[in-house]
């Protein structure tokens, strides 16, 4: 199988149809449902790509990301991609870090897998 991505979404029929088509493509997917779930499997799976939505409860995807970056050291330079229907750019505090690319939805598949394949050519080159 090719590159882990760990997928956070807390709509179960989102996350379902996401991963497969990620799979479809080739991708070796980790689905966490939530944020804290995110966290244990980022320490657990050692992803090559974070794929959260942003708004969910709790714990929304940027409380992750600043969890990954700060309190997880593995995962601090793991690419972190964002999926949203309710912001199209970062707005994050100024001590907050920023995700590698915010995706509005609606996607398209060629936009996803353009910004997937293109963090991880760029961190494979870092």
């Known amino acids: 199988m090719g590159s882990k991505i760990l997928l956070v979404d807390d709509d179960a029929a989102a996350r379902r149809t996401l991963g497969m088509l990620l799979q479809q493509f080739g ?4 689905q966490a449902e939530d944020g804290p779930e995110a966290l244990v ?3 657990t799976v050692a992803p090559d790509l974070i794929l959260c939505d942003y708004n969910m409860p709790g714990m929304n995807g940027g409380a992750v990301l600043r969890e990954l970056r700060l309190k997880q050291p593995e ?3 793991v690419p972190f991609l964002i999926i949203s229907g309710y912001i199209d750019k970062w707005s994050g505090g ?3 870090p920023s995700p590698d690319m915010v995706l509005p939805k609606p996607l398209t598949v060629e936009k996803l897998l353009g910004a997937i ?3 991880l050519k760029q961190r494979r080159s870092a």
């Open 27 to 30: 991708f070796n997917v980790v």
């Open 41 to 43: 499997a980022a320490k």
């Open 75 to 77: 995962n601090a330079h």
């Open 94 to 96: 100024p001590d907050d």
């Open 117 to 119: 394949n293109g963090a």
